[in-house]
Each structure stands twice: as C-alpha cells, then as structure tokens.
C-alpha cells in the first residue's frame, strides 16, 4: 500500500511540483491569459519536433538521447548554407532539411557505434560525444567555412575572411512555415482589427467572444508535428518499432530471439538524429537568428528538460509526455523572469532560477529513475529469497 | 615490448604526448621561448593538479569520474568569500587568543599584521572543509542510491548547485565593498580579485627564479606534493585499502565485512573536500575569484586530465594525477602560442574540447577489465 503510494508520487513527482510552481508564479507575474496563450501556442510549436525525436531512443532502452545536439549542428549546418546561397522561403528550409539529413545520418551512425561500446552508460557517453563533436563543428565552421568549404556571401563571414560569425541573420526563412497557413483565434472585435490589419488571407479559424485580442495558430507547423506524431504512432507498431522495445526491456533475450540488438539501438540513434536536425531547423525559422556557436547546445538542455518535465522518465516517454512537458516548461519559462522582479525586485533571480530548474528537473529525474530501479532490483532478489 | 607499452597506454595517450612533444620541439623555431612555456606549464600544472587529485577516492571507490566536482568548487568559493569578508574579525580573533592563551602568545598584533596573507588563506581553507564535507556527505548519500548512474546524476547534480548558487551569490548578505556590486551595495560580483588578500600566496613562496622567463612555483608546487601524499598514505590506510576493495569487487567487499555504502560516502566527501581546497590553490594563483557560472564546466578538464594521465573509469593513481595534469595543462599553454605564431589564429579552445572530451569518450568506450 504504502509502496504503491510511493510509485505514484514518484511517477508524478515532477508534473506535480511544476504545476505547483506555476499556480504561485503565474499571478505573480501579471501577464494576461490571452497573452501566455499566444506565447505558449508558438512555443509549442518551435519547441515541440525537438522534443518528439527524444522519444525513439528512450522506447529502444537508450536513455535520453543527450546526442542529439549532433543532429541539431547537421541542421544549423544546412542553415548556413541556404543563407549563403541565398536561398529563401519553404524551398530554403526544404534545401537545408535536405543539406541537413546525410550529415545527420553520418553523425547518428557513429554516435550509434560510440554508444554500442558503451552500454549501460549511453547517457553519459552521448552528453559528452555532444561536447566532442561541438569542438568538431566549432572547428568546420569557425576556421574550415570560407577558407577550405566555400562560403561567399561576406556577411556571414568573420571580419578576418573565413569563420562564420557569432549571431547569423535567418531573415529568408524566418517564419516561413509558421505563417504558411496564417490562422488567428480572436474575440470579436479582436478578429475585425486583425483581418483588417492582415487582409483577406488569413483564416479565422475560432471566434470566442470573451477573449481580448487575437491569438495567431502557427497552422502548418502544427500539422507537421501532429504527422510527426502519427509516424512515431505508427512506427511503434512496425517489426522495427517492436523490436526496439523489445531491446528496451532486454537486450539479452532480444538477442537470443534474433533481433539485431546493436543494429537496431544504431538505427534509433540515427532516427532520432535525423529528426532532432529537422527539429532545429523548424526551431530556428521560429526563431529567425542562429547563435552559430550556442543554439545546439540549449536546444539538447531545453528539450531534455521539458520532456522530464512532462513525466517523462529515462526509461518510458509517451507524446503526452512531451506536451505536457512543453507547455508546462515553457509556461515557467514566461513568468519565471516577471515573477522574480515583482517577487524580489529582481529579474535577474527568476532569470537564474529557471537555469536553476532546467538543470535541477533533469538531476531530480535522473535520481528518481536511477532509485527505482534500484529498488525494483532489490525487490526481485528478496522474490527470488522467498521473502515478501 | 613496444607493442605492450603501446597497448598499456593507449593510443590516445601516445598521440596527445608525441602531440605535445612535437609542440615543444616546434616552439624554438616559431619564436616562441621555450622558457616561458615551460613556465605557464608547471604554474597551470600546481593550480589544476589538486582538482584532479580530487578524482582519486570516487574513482578507486567505484563511483566513477567525479563530473560533480563543481560542488566541491562551491565550498571552496564559500570558503574564498567568507575568509575575506571576515578578514579582519578573524585577525582580531586571532590577537584576542593570543593574549588570552599563553601558549598562543605568539599571535601578537605585530605577527598577525605581518602574516595577514597566510593566514588568509588558510582561514579560506579552514573554513571550506567543513562545508565541503557536510555538502559531500550528502551528494554522497545520494550517490549511494542512484549505484551505476552515478556519472549522469553527479553531472546534473553539480550544475544544479552551480545554478542555486547564482542565486545565493545575489541574495547572500555579503557586505564587503571589494566584493558587492558598487551601486547595489548588495549582491557578489561575478570575479573578485583576491589581491591584498591571499594573490600569489602559494606561487612565491619559495619561488626560484631561474632566469626572467622561468621562475619554479615552490610553494605551490609543494603544497600539491604534501596533499598527494595525504592521499597516498590514506589511500594505504585500513579505511583506504576498504574503500578500494569496494571499487574493485562491491560484492567481495560486502562478503568480507566492509560497509560497503559508507566506503562510498567516505570516498564522496573526500573527493568533494580536495575539490574545495583545488580551487583555492588555483584562485590564488590565478587571482581572482570566479562566481556564478565560473565553476560550471570545471569538472571536464580535471577528468579529462586524470584519464589522460592514464586511468580509466575505476582505477586511477597518483602517478596518473601527475602525468595527465602535466600533459593537458602543457597542450592547453603550447597550443595558443605555438599555433599563434604558425597560422596567426587562436585555435587552442577547439582542441581543447576535442582533446579533453575525446579523452573521456575513450575512457567510456572501453572494455571494463573484470
């Protein structure tokens, strides 16, 4: 009884806690209902195709997959070369997806291999392949772009003539898909001001009469992610799909059934990489600036922590999860900052406490995890004693 | 016999050192002084030496590479901070004793004005250790529940203290006005400088200057060889010879009557307490004191120094601490000069990543020796 108490405050635990954070810091903040509506709802779409490729690896046993910040430098890399081709709109993301995928596909299957030699501690082993081949791509785009890859246009170049610059500018892609299929929620004299403003051409999609301005609905953005989720639905149910859970529980009995266990723990590496570089590219048209040199590392921290977040945990992350995870993430991501200056007087605390909690949420995950198991361990060896 | 070296080395190892000896040939004929680099190499080397030492007992006790070794770092900060804000009390203190007790006549205020900066210093020092061990009892204990994912968590659980932290530093009632922020009156500022207090403190005592360029670090070089051999005779100990049985054979350990989940918590606090005194020895030579996100990716380099050196993930020795923080603190002082004056760019931050983390992706990717 007391046991099953326990699981399900544990299995909970981290949902709990940050709904509980929420419920104080969003009055604190002041911000308006239809204004964290609207920054949520963009959120989530630039945010959640990262978060989904997590899930993959972590079906097949892996953990959470701290290398896919390898799949978001593919991706930044393919967005480096639009920009220098000067290749603009849903044709430029195309071609960076398409720069992006073979890359990807490379550093997945090392990064499988790596953590084939490393079973049983791939988490570790991913975080720091994520810092080797950082100094790996810091060295292809700061010193080899411009000088050994061609890059002409010499406004992405340093002042020195080679090495891409610091903040790159992604204003031929920026909102493309997002505004694809421009939609808004509104109230009714909101939606008469935004058709007015924006034209015949965008689509009211909901009209609710209490709400105070309008809401944009990043549309198409939604579908791709609500296809992504239909892939990954349908993907479980494959004989790929079944066999990576089936290494998810045992590696050893997979083995002897004959399922290829170090092919198939590569192949959902290189899935996951793959997606994580798509989920970048979709993260950065949001965004519209790429950090050349810190944009891959949040991402692989953020999404990391938003999935946890959602209730996640190392070994079993549903989609439920992941929006759960975002929304809630996010949602403290808002109203930390506001909520710290009119708590404290200071912005910089709530700037600081959700560092704080980022990292705080992955460590109280990991321990969680790490103790359950040891105690479902401990549990089975006294069931196999005999004793209760 | 050169194929059993190669294999008992490694390759990464014998590439990294044929690296850094082909840097030293190359310095003279590129103009760089040979003086000089030999001279940020053994000062680098006596600041970080310490902080790698710090790996010892967590590796030979099975709890792995110490990735959180940035709490041991906070309590040498806390140490750092508070021994120059009391600064004075702790001189009055001292002179107050003095006459007090007979025996402690010496401390008289003529001593305690002329020794202010020693005893600076070791007040830093006395006044991190017991915050380290009370924060490394219970890292710990926590340790001692998450067995074999102990790298992971520590990771995450350094950088969660280092992040609490940023938010101790601004809201701690710290009043000394060399190290608030000047308009706030309140709140740490992110680098202080320990000038007047504790510069240098270790560097020149004892220093030899052999010629301009080169001058021997004594004191400090000493103080890490006194702190090795702590290590070493406690690593010697009954307690130490325990706590190695544990890493090596948790079951065997527990079956020949150690307490197995106490061996790992001594290991734990001893580790986090050389972290603490680490990064003073490194402060004061370094000069300033480093807050908020300062001791954020200190850990990297200290475990990828002691790999380097030539442990793996469950055995190391001082003789690994030696040679590893020799050779990563001479790649990270050659590669800046040397590549400076070849190609006319700063290249040394990227090899730094790729040396030291492809030193500990190779350590992981090894096949554990049963």
């Keep these: 009884m007391i046991r099953k108490f326990f699981d399900i405050v544990a299995n909970n635990a981290v949902p709990a806690i940050f709904i509980l954070i929420s419920a104080f810091a969003i009055p604190l903040s002041g911000f308006s209902a239809s204004y964290l509506v609207q920054e949520l709802l963009t959120r989530i779409g630039r945010n959640s195709f990262l978060i989904l490729s997590l899930l993959i690896p972590i079906m097949a046993g892996m953990g959470l997959n701290f290398g896919m910040v390898l799949g978001a430098m593919a991706g930044q890399i393919g967005l480096l070369f639009i920009c220098d081709w000067g290749v603009v709109g849903i044709p430029g993301m195309v071609l960076a997806c398409l720069i992006g995928t073979p890359i990807a596909i490379v550093l997945g299957i090392f990064c499988g291999h790596i953590l084939n030699r490393a079973k049983g501690r791939e988490m570790v082993t991913s975080y720091i392949l994520g810092f080797f081949i950082n100094g790996v791509y810091q060295m292809v785009v700061l010193y080899l772009m411009g000088w050994v890859i061609p890059i002409t246009n010499p406004t992405l170049l340093l002042s020195r003539g080679y090495g891409v610059r610091n903040a790159v500018s992604l204003m031929g892609i920026r909102g493309v898909l997002d505004n694809l299929l421009p939609t808004v929620i509104a109230g009714t004299e909101g939606a008469k001001q935004f058709l007015n403003v924006n034209g015949a051409n965008t689509y009211l999609l909901l009209q609710i009469p209490c709400l105070d301005g309008a809401i944009r609905l990043p549309l198409a953005t939604f579908i791709i992610i609500a296809l992504f989720c239909a892939f990954i639905i349908w993907f479980r149910k494959t004989k790929l799909g079944q066999d990576m859970r089936a290494i998810g529980q045992d590696q050893g009995v997979s083995h002897s059934s004959g399922i290829p266990v170090n092919r198939t723990r590569i192949i959902a590496i290189v899935i996951s990489t793959v997606l994580a570089c798509y989920g970048q590219i979709i993260y950065l048209q949001n965004m519209g600036t790429l950090n050349t040199y810190n944009s891959h590392d949040q991402a692989g921290m953020f999404s990391i922590a938003a999935l946890l977040i959602g209730g996640a945990s190392v070994s079993r992350a549903s989609i439920a999860n992941v929006f759960v995870g975002v929304i809630l993430f996010h949602l403290m991501f808002i109203v930390a900052p506001m909520a710290g200056k009119n708590l404290i007087g200071e912005a910089q605390i709530g700037e600081y406490f959700r560092v704080f909690v980022s990292y705080g949420i992955i460590a109280l995950a990991l321990v969680l995890h790490a103790w359950k198991r040891n105690r479902e361990r401990e549990a089975a060896r006294r069931s196999m004693r005999g004793d209760k | ?370």
């Design chain 2, 1 to 370: 016999m050169i194929g059993k070296f190669i294999k008992s080395a490694g390759w990464p190892r014998i590439i990294i050192a044929a690296f850094l000896l082909g840097l030293f040939i190359a310095a003279p004929f590129v103009g760089v002084n040979i003086y000089t680099s030999f001279n940020n190499t053994l000062v680098r080397f006596g600041m970080n030496g310490i902080m790698v030492l710090a790996m010892i007992p967590m590796v030979q006790a099975g709890c792995g590479l110490n990735f959180g070794l940035p709490l041991g770092i906070i309590a040498g900060l806390l140490g750092a901070t508070l021994s120059i804000e009391l600064n004075t009390q702790i001189l009055e203190w001292l002179v107050k004793f003095g006459t007090q007790y007979k025996y402690l006549s010496f401390l008289s205020q003529e001593f305690v004005t002329a020794y202010r900066q020693p005893i600076g210093f070791a007040s830093a020092i006395i006044i991190a250790i017991p915050i380290a061990a009370v924060l490394g009892w219970f890292y710990g204990k926590l340790l001692n529940r998450v067995k074999g994912d102990e790298m992971m968590i520590a990771t995450y659980v350094g950088f969660s203290s280092v992040s609490f932290m940023c938010i101790a530093w601004l809201l701690l009632p710290y009043k000394h006005p060399t190290m608030v922020w000047g308009y706030a009156g309140r709140g740490l500022r992110t680098t202080i400088s320990v000038e007047g207090y504790w510069l240098r403190i270790l560097n020149d005592a004892l220093a030899i200057d052999v010629n301009e360029h080169l001058r021997i670090p004594t004191g400090m070089l000493i103080f890490f060889a006194v702190t090795a051999v702590i290590v070493w005779i406690f690593m010697r100990t009954k307690t130490g010879t325990a706590l190695t049985a544990v890493g090596s054979n948790p079951e065997f350990a527990r079956a020949s009557g150690v307490n197995v989940d106490r061996m790992r918590t001594i290991s734990v606090v001893m580790s986090t307490i050389l972290g603490a005194v680490g990064i003073i020895v490194y402060e004061q030579s370094f000069g300033f004191i480093q807050l908020y996100m300062g001791p954020f990716y200190m850990a990297l380099p200290a475990v990828a120094s002691i790999l380097l050196g030539g442990a793996s993930v469950n055995k190391a020795s001082i003789l690994n601490v030696i040679i590893g923080t020799f050779l990563f603190q001479g790649i990270l002082t050659m590669t800046p000069s040397v590549f400076n004056s070849v190609f006319q760019t700063d290249m040394s931050e990227v090899i730094r990543l790729i040396v030291s983390n492809g030193m500990i992706l190779y350590a992981l990717t090894r096949k554990v020796r049963a």
